[in-house]
């Protein structure tokens, strides 16, 4: 079976700090991870993907993931928040190739 | 690209009538996927289609919905009659290249039933 969970349903920062917007997973096949990204009144955006190359990938507008294998977890960084950032963001995984699932997810709060 | 287009973006109608939602996915891609979000369940996978071919309903919460693919480039979602409890933002998505890869979402249709 796989499962995701985000670990905090709301992050607040302040603009400038960073961000960092937590995810565990699991699964028993080697999972395909995606974090997606929800401005108010908005579609679903892919931020980033991993897909088993470099356990380092990076997305759009600066934001990062690190795939851990032994911590099973695919944390959202970024070094500097903008005003911008604020929205909801979504952890995904593909664990054995039959769907998507999505986390519950995170509200980043910006404040200035 | 348009990206996928859905339609209406607002859709506000009393309990009892029938809504129907839409969607024109991103030309070429052969999978098409329902959700619904909510405060309450987060987002929920309805239905799915693979090439035109509805292959996994085991989320339409209710027989009041049925969803369609009649050509590639257009799907229908009906709730018939609507109930309050449906009341959700609707997205639709469609991908290439197989059932749990990059999707790519529509706008979504907000869906007030009164």
């Given at each position: 079976a796989q499962s995701v969970?985000?670990?905090?349903?709301?992050?607040?920062?302040?603009?400038?700090?960073?961000?960092?917007?937590?995810c565990n997973y699991s699964s028993s096949y080697s999972p395909s991870l995606f974090w997606?990204?929800?401005?108010?009144?908005?579609?679903?955006?892919?931020?980033?993907?991993?897909?088993?190359?470099?356990t380092l990938v990076k997305g759009i507008n600066g934001f990062e993931a690190e795939f851990k294998k032994s911590e099973t977890s695919f944390h959202l960084t970024k070094p500097s928040a903008h005003m911008s950032d604020a929205a909801e963001y979504f952890c995904v995984v593909n664990g054995d190739g039959t769907a998507l699932i999505f986390g519950k997810g995170t509200t980043l709060s910006v404040s200035s | 690209d348009a990206g996928v287009i859905q339609s209406p973006r607002h859709e506000v109608t009393e309990m009892g009538q029938e809504v129907t939602l839409r969607c024109k996915p991103i030309s070429g891609?052969?999978?098409?996927?329902?959700?619904?979000q909510t405060m309450m369940r987060g987002l929920e996978l309805l239905i799915y289609f693979n090439n035109n071919v509805?292959?996994?309903?085991?989320?339409?919460?209710?027989?009041?919905?049925?969803?369609?693919?009649?050509?590639?480039?257009f799907s229908?979602?009906?709730?018939?009659?609507?109930?309050?409890?449906?009341?959700?933002?609707?997205?639709?998505?469609?991908?290439?290249?197989?059932?749990?890869?990059?999707?790519?979402?529509?706008?979504?249709?907000?869906?007030?039933?009164?």
């Amino acid at each position: 079976a796989q499962s995701v969970t985000q670990l905090d349903s709301h992050v607040s920062v302040s603009e400038g700090t960073p961000v960092l917007l937590r995810c565990n997973y699991s699964s028993s096949y080697s999972p395909s991870l995606f974090w997606y990204v929800q401005h108010p009144n908005k579609g679903l955006q892919l931020l980033l993907k991993y897909t088993s190359a470099a356990t380092l990938v990076k997305g759009i507008n600066g934001f990062e993931a690190e795939f851990k294998k032994s911590e099973t977890s695919f944390h959202l960084t970024k070094p500097s928040a903008h005003m911008s950032d604020a929205a909801e963001y979504f952890c995904v995984v593909n664990g054995d190739g039959t769907a998507l699932i999505f986390g519950k997810g995170t509200t980043l709060s910006v404040s200035s | 690209d348009a990206g996928v287009i859905q339609s209406p973006r607002h859709e506000v109608t009393e309990m009892g009538q029938e809504v129907t939602l839409r969607c024109k996915p991103i030309s070429g891609h052969d999978y098409l996927f329902w959700y619904r979000q909510t405060m309450m369940r987060g987002l929920e996978l309805l239905i799915y289609f693979n090439n035109n071919v509805p292959i996994d309903d085991s989320g339409m919460p209710e027989d009041r919905f049925s969803a369609k693919m009649p050509n590639a480039s257009f799907s229908t979602l009906k709730i018939q009659p609507s109930e309050p409890r449906d009341s959700a933002v609707y997205f639709c998505a469609s991908t290439l290249g197989g059932r749990a890869d990059t999707q790519y979402f529509g706008p979504g249709t907000r869906l007030t039933v009164l």
